[in-house]
């Protein structure tokens, strides 16, 4: 249903209240990291810690969710406990299709219930159900177990955590059904929080689709444009595994904590690779006739009964090169049974990855012992990272809370934070050079997607500071407005300016699409007020030695230039966050 204001759940586990609040601003933040960010403005607080329990957690989706394909994600926005600043993540499956068929823009979740609770929601029921029995329980048995209490297919979606979540760590991802996830920054370990192990969502309401031809026109384009062209295959057929050998090329993956960029043994774990010996089939979010989910298999014997099982495991780049390359593990199948171990526990795999990284180097040289590690940690070993996997998880002993809080944190009290392979968090799988380390590290997500830093690198060779900057700036903002109206990034070749515009004017949007840009602008202007104004200093983030001491096809990252870089990307971010976007002047953070 086409609306000019959001209709947004709002629920207090603390007391159970709960309402449902109409809230302008469409032509203001579109929907997605927009409205996210308007709803933490206005139920969020600055300046209270992460886990006070009157802080918020928001999920929003976007207004083309439901009437074309690939808007399938959710932007969820909290405190997050990895540093304590305003944070976005995004996660897709069912949850936006859900949401938006129970009617509702955006859900703000407030509050701390009493014991280990359910949120159930759909358009006409809404209950906060006790489910203590299940606090403790593993991402697999939760799942299980959810699904047969609360049936159901279709526009139905659960989102839950484990023991990390539970343990409100830093590390702790909310999964979505089975294969997404909202990985990044914490989000697991807010709903930990809360008290909350699940949110159920039943998209149970139906609304008719926009009359007239137009919008049968635009949408058929784009459905073709996403399937028979070639805009969309590569996600399809290797998908992001792809770029294990892509990077291992150019000497541009991460490998044993980064001390290497190339290396031949890689070979093992490519995506060619895993799709001649581990790929069992794609799958796809709610809405996506793409499918980018690669879904590889693991046997498991019961030695009793001389029977055979497989489980099912979702791969991509990002963990292949987490829980891999990056702790020299050249094996599919080993690789699998790491992002296994990782998502029973409901940890974000890339930052367990690089920080047990860390941890090995450390080792190696000494700073600490297996007194700290238990296990003797040591690349290529998956068993021993299959343990270690979980003393993160459980925070087992006083150096895995502390590494659970950020590689950063440890390295603080052990040493070793010159070869912490962390960008204002553990890094992603790009040692491209200078324009995406300094875009991840200074990113308000932290994230490979905040902007094409790693493309930039790939493709410029420029050295000039000023450049690099308005690249950054720009490409930030697209992306933005993309995400704001919940597109998956693998679509925005195919979602370009005027095609977002034809969208949302074929189904009744149309100020929002003669104003595309000046929204991206102030969605973007936004989301730094939240960040900078809960502490966030673009000064106060460092990027270790390692990331100068590595070498890719184009030598070594010259330290001065990553540090002018750096600094001048800063500077604009807290421009950003001043500018009101008025003509007045300035607004402070
Ligand atoms: S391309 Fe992949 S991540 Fe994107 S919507 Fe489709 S299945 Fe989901």
């Not at 600043?85 to 996660?91: D, L, M």
């Not at 949401?99 to 358009?123: E, N």
């Not at 001043?578 to 953070?589: L, V, Y």
Request: glycine share 12%; with cysteine.
């Amino acid at each position: 249903m086409i609306r000019d204001h959001f209709r947004v759940l709002v629920v207090n586990l603390s007391s159970g209240q709960k309402s449902i609040a109409a809230i302008d601003g469409r032509d203001k933040v579109a929907g997605g990291s927009g409205l996210a960010a308007m709803l933490f403005e206005k139920y969020g607080f600055l300046d209270r810690p992460w886990n006070d329990p009157r802080q918020p957690l928001i999920f929003a989706i976007g207004p083309l969710t439901g009437y074309f394909p690939l808007m399938s994600k959710t932007v969820c926005a909290f405190k997050s406990p990895y540093h304590d600043q305003y944070a976005e993540s995004h996660g897709g499956g069912r949850s936006a299709m859900s949401l938006r068929f129970a009617d509702f823009d955006g859900l703000v979740i407030t509050g701390r219930a009493k014991s280990g609770s359910a949120l159930i929601v759909g358009s006409r029921h809404i209950e906060i159900k006790d489910i203590h029995y299940l606090w403790g329980t593993d991402l697999h048995v939760a799942g299980k177990t959810l699904r047969r209490m609360f049936p159901g297919a279709g526009h139905r979606t659960i989102l839950r955590i484990g023991p990390a979540g539970e343990r409100q760590s830093p590390m702790a991802c909310i999964t979505a059904d089975t294969y997404r996830h909202f990985g990044r920054l914490g989000g697991g370990g807010v709903m930990g929080s809360k008290n909350l192990k699940a949110i159920m969502v039943h998209g149970d309401a139906a609304f008719p689709l926009p009359e007239g031809g137009e919008y049968v026109k635009v949408f058929e384009k784009v459905h073709a444009d996403m399937t028979s062209t070639g805009m969309m295959s590569k996600y399809h057929n290797l998908g992001t595994p792809g770029n294990v050998k892509g990077l291992n090329d150019i000497k541009s993956l991460p490998i044993r904590n980064l001390q290497a960029t190339a290396d031949p043994a890689v070979a093992g774990i490519t995506g060619e690779r895993f799709a001649e010996v581990a790929l069992l089939r794609n799958a796809a979010c709610a809405g996506c006739p793409v499918g980018c989910i690669h879904i590889g298999f693991q046997r498991e014997r019961f030695q009793e009964e001389n029977r055979y099982l497989y489980r099912q495991i979702a791969y991509d780049f990002e963990l292949i090169f987490a829980v891999g390359s990056m702790l020299g593990i050249m094996d599919c199948f080993e690789v699998l049974k790491l992002i296994d171990v990782a998502e029973k526990m409901g940890l974000d795999v890339i930052s367990p990855g690089v920080s047990l990284a860390w941890a090995t180097e450390a080792l190696a040289k000494g700073i600490i012992t297996t007194k700290e590690t238990i296990v003797p940690l040591a690349f290529g070993n998956s068993s021993v990272y299959a343990d270690a996997l979980q003393y993160l998880a459980y925070g087992t002993n006083e150096f895995y809370q502390l590494l659970s809080s950020g590689t950063l944190k440890a390295a603080e009290r052990y040493g070793g934070g010159d070869f912490a392979c962390v960008l204002g968090q553990e890094m992603a799988g790009y040692a491209t050079g200078r324009a995406f380390f300094v875009s991840q590290a200074l990113g308000l997500r932290h994230s490979h997607l905040d902007a094409g830093g790693y493309s930039y690198d790939q493709k410029h060779t420029g050295d000039n500071v000023e450049d690099v900057v308005k690249f950054l700036v720009e490409d930030e903002k697209k992306r933005c407005f993309i995400t704001s109206m919940v597109a998956c990034l693998f679509a925005r070749g195919v979602y370009r300016d005027e095609v977002l515009g034809n969208c949302l004017k074929s189904i009744g949007y149309g100020g929002l699409a003669d104003n595309m840009d000046s929204v991206a602008g102030e969605i973007q202007r936004l989301r730094w007020r939240m960040r900078v104004g809960s502490g966030f200093r673009p000064e106060n983030v460092s990027i270790p030695k390692r990331f100068s001491e590595v070498t890719n096809r184009r030598g070594p990252v010259d330290r001065d230039s990553l540090e002018a870089l750096k600094a001048a990307y800063g500077k604009r971010i807290l421009e950003l966050a001043k500018d009101s976007g008025t003509e007045e002047g300035t607004a402070a953070p």
